[in-house]
Every structure is written in C-alpha cells, then in structure tokens.
C-alpha cells in the first residue's frame, strides 16, 4: 500500500529549516509538508543534494526500501489493535513547571509490538513514540528508548518532544482561528496589520502584497538565509533572542539580523513557490500582533487549554527538570551524544517558534490529530474551528504548474494552509506535515474520509527510521 514513508529523509531538513546549509532553495528542512506519498510498482527513491531540498523522491514499491529523500512501499498489512484512552495528564511542579505525570499506553498486536521492538533494538535513534488513532478509537499508543541516553529516564507517551516543523500545523489552526473572528483576513497585505510588519515588503517588487495566504502556502518569495537556521542564534534553553525582534530584523536594514537581499526569491509574492521557515517566522508575528497576545498565550487558550493538552508547549522552561526528551544522535560507538544547533546541551531554543520550536507530547500530539481527522472536532465534542473554517485550511490552494524551487514537497498543488495533501492510491487522502532538525523527526497526519490520524516522534534525526515507523503503522492500520 502506498504511504509517504521513506521520503521524510531530507524533508525534514527542509521542515524544521533549521539543520541544513542553503542551496537554490535554501530548504532549512525537509518538506515538512511532504505528506505519505502513494507506492509506485518497483519504482526507484528519490534523493537530495548536499544541504539542499529533498526532491520528490521516486517510490519504491510494496516492501521496498527508501533512499535518502525516497519513498518506500507498505509491505504486507499486519495486526489490527485494541482500543484504549487518551495520553498523559500532567501536574504542576516548584514554580509551576510542569512534570511528567501519567501516562497512557494502548498497545497493538504482539505482531505489531514485536515490530517496534525490532526497530528500537537496531540503536539507530535513541527513542520514539507513536500514537495512532480510527474514529472515536485509540488503537496504539507507544514509546521505546531512553529519553535522556545520559540518565535513568524511558521515554513515554507523555514525554515532550521537539516537533520541528510539525509546529506549523498548530500555528496554521492558530492563524485560522484568526481569520474565523473575523480578526484576521487572509489576503490582506501584511503591511496593513501593524506597525511591526511595515517592513514586511519584496524589494523588488514593492508594489506587490505578501499576504497570510502567502506565509501560509509558501508562497510569499522569502528564502531562508544560513543564520535563519544554523547555530548563530541558537541558545541552551529557550532563546534569548525574541521571536518578534528577529523577525522584525530581518527586513530592518540597522538590524544585525537583517537578511537583505539574499533573503528573497526574484519571483513577485503570490506566483512562486518555496519551503519558507521565515514565511512561518512572519506569521507567528502577525498571529501575535493580531490576536494580542503572545504564540505561547495563544497556543494555551486556542488549541491547548480546549484539548487539555497538557504537555505542549513553545517553552522549554515551561517543563520541569528532567521531562523533555533530550535529542541526539548517534556517537559511532554504541552511544549517543547530544545533537543541536551548536548552543547546547539539549534542549535548545532559536527565535523562530513558529516555524520549528513547539514541544509535545505523543498523547497530546494524537489527540490534537484526531481532532484535525474529524474536522476540527475534538472526541469530546469541543470545537477547534466551524466546519466552514477547517474546510478552507484543508483546501488546495495552489495551481497546478505553479513556478517551484524543487524543495521537496511531493506538488505545490497539493498544498493547503500550513498543511500538505497526499492521496495515498489506497482510498485515504492523508493530509498533514513532517518535520525535522537537530535532534527530532516528527510526523503528524490524518485522512478525512475515515477519521484516521497517527503521530510518530523520535528524539534523533533519522528519517529512514521514521520511514520503518510509518510503514509499522500502515501494517497496523491494514
């Protein structure tokens, strides 16, 4: 059965835009937006340049192997699962962080199980978990690995991992929560909604609008810059550099984080389409000045106060010690050491939330699925948008033929609102993102039709591990 299993390989660097170095595309992570790619019959993988975007990566098929950047088959449909509940609840430590707390776990067939433990014993990642959800079913909810390699800490459903680019998902319900208020409209020139933004214009083509549907579609023209994404603003913890005075700096030509003319695509906003982690950086600021309040604020009150997801956040510091998964890579000797921008140790922070820097947890991250899998309808009837509003975020919005820079993504034509489409061959029309950077891979989709959702974190970047995970839950669902 077709899935985009494999191709998450240089995705991810271009989703998180954080871990790669620039090319034509700059592509400072993988195509987060990639969705699960349908498998072609014998076809070949895919594959990406040094520190450029993943191309659309060839499709293996049934029970082939992805290459770097590819795309790998479903072999042969395994055990169904057993229902269980939702993920961890979390309570308050000194200061009002927040600790571990309960946690859930629903498991699958042994034959399912058996797989996982399979995976995590090739020692290629340090740790992962997964959930998957059909309907009003929790039907597999996991971990394997050691959340901190350095200590005495397993992994769980309710341990927070970095979601890299998945995070745009949430900012995108964000910005439509927005524009459902009547707040927020998405062809207005960003210019026009404050004062921060009045820079916010191509210099080439100044007499053109870069609107939310720009940020939001990747087709605003603005290319991301080595320093938008490497160690030079990156910090231990949260960042110190605001997210509103770095996005700001960079069309202010005082500002030492101004990116000039380098930072754009020659292209006129609105006919040209590029993976754009800064396009996500402009829209965390116009979220923030339009809606009066800060992303986290609006994180807790929009999405994650509704849901009761208790261990999502943008703030590291708003964990207690010792509950964030610790990303790293492996040493080449049978261990692992921290893998990050340069700051470290894990975790680590970069002014640019909204494209990258969201903390969750597998449990939290499936219920957020499932409510996106039943049009923005959580299990327990709360309501994320109106059904007119999930429907406009799910819609294509591209055309076909569209100008791209090759970053990765399977078609801009399949692009939606912060979020990518990907028919699968099999019936499902998943719809979703990947992400990627130092330290995490992440995925998070859901197909519509049958109300299916899954969500597969690991605390290493590896995407070919990420490809087996995915193809374990297409058995799974199968």
Not at 105 to 127: F, H, N, W, Y
Not at 198 to 211: D, G, K, Y
Not at 427 to 440: E, T
Request: proline share 6%; glycine share 16%; net charge negative.
């Amino acid at each position: 059965m077709g899935f985009f299993v494999g191709r998450a390989s240089l995705w991810l660097a271009l989703v998180a835009g954080l871990i790669v170095s620039t090319s034509a595309c700059s592509g400072a992570e993988p195509a987060p937006d990639a969705p699960p790619a349908a498998a072609g019959s014998g076809g070949e993988a895919g594959s990406a340049g040094d520190g450029g975007q993943a191309g659309d990566g060839g499709q293996a098929g049934d029970g082939g192997q992805a290459g770097d950047g590819g795309q790998a088959g479903a072999p042969a449909s395994g055990g169904g699962g057993t229902s269980g509940g939702r993920g961890s609840s979390g309570g308050s430590g000194a200061g009002g962080c927040r600790e571990l707390g309960a946690t859930s776990r629903v498991e699958a067939s042994p034959e399912d199980e058996a797989v996982l433990d399979q995976i995590a014993s090739k020692g290629q990642v340090a740790s992962f978990a997964l959930g998957v959800a059909r309907g009003d079913t929790t039907t597999w909810l996991t971990a394997r690995g050691a959340a901190d390699p350095a200590g005495d800490r397993d992994a769980s459903t309710g341990t927070p991992y970095l979601l890299a680019s998945v995070t745009k998902v949430f900012v995108a319900v964000l910005a439509m929560s927005l524009v459902e208020e009547g707040r927020l409209d998405l062809d207005a020139d960003v210019r026009t909604l404050s004062p921060a933004l009045a820079r916010v214009s191509h210099p080439l083509h100044p007499e053109v609008a870069i609107t939310t549907r720009h940020l939001l579609t990747h087709t605003s023209s603005l290319w991301d810059i080595p320093f938008t994404y490497d160690a030079t603003h990156a910090t231990a913890g949260d960042a110190a550099l605001p997210m509103r005075a770095f996005v700001t700096g960079y069309f202010d030509p005082d500002s030492p984080v101004f990116g000039g003319m380098d930072a754009w695509w020659e292209a006129p906003p609105g006919s040209f389409s590029c993976y754009s982690n800064m396009g996500f950086g402009v829209l965390g600021v116009v979220i923030e000045e339009v809606g009066g309040a800060s992303l986290e604020e609006q994180l807790r009150s929009r999405i994650a106060g509704p849901l009761g997801l208790t261990h999502t956040s943008f703030r590291a510091d708003s964990f207690c010690k010792d509950v964030l998964v610790r990303g790293v890579k492996p040493d080449g000797k049978g261990d692992f050491v921290d893998d990050n921008l340069g700051a470290g140790p894990q975790p680590e922070g970069h002014p640019e939330l909204a494209s990258g820097m969201l903390k969750s947890s597998a449990a939290d991250m499936l219920l957020f699925a499932r409510t996106l899998a039943r049009g923005g309808v959580a299990p327990d009837g709360t309501r994320l948008l109106s059904g007119a509003t999930f429907e406009a975020m799910i819609a294509r919005q591209l055309s076909p033929g569209i100008a791209a820079c090759g970053d990765g993504r399977s078609d801009p034509a399949q692009q939606a609102l912060g979020l990518v489409h990907f028919p699968d061959g099999s019936g499902r029309d998943w719809i979703g993102h990947y992400g990627g950077m130092a330290g995490a891979t992440s995925a998070l989709w859901f197909d519509r039709g049958s109300e299916t959702a899954y969500t597969v974190l690991q605390s290493t970047l590896d995407p070919l591990v990420l490809n087996d995970l995915e193809i374990a839950v297409l058995q799974h669902l199968d």
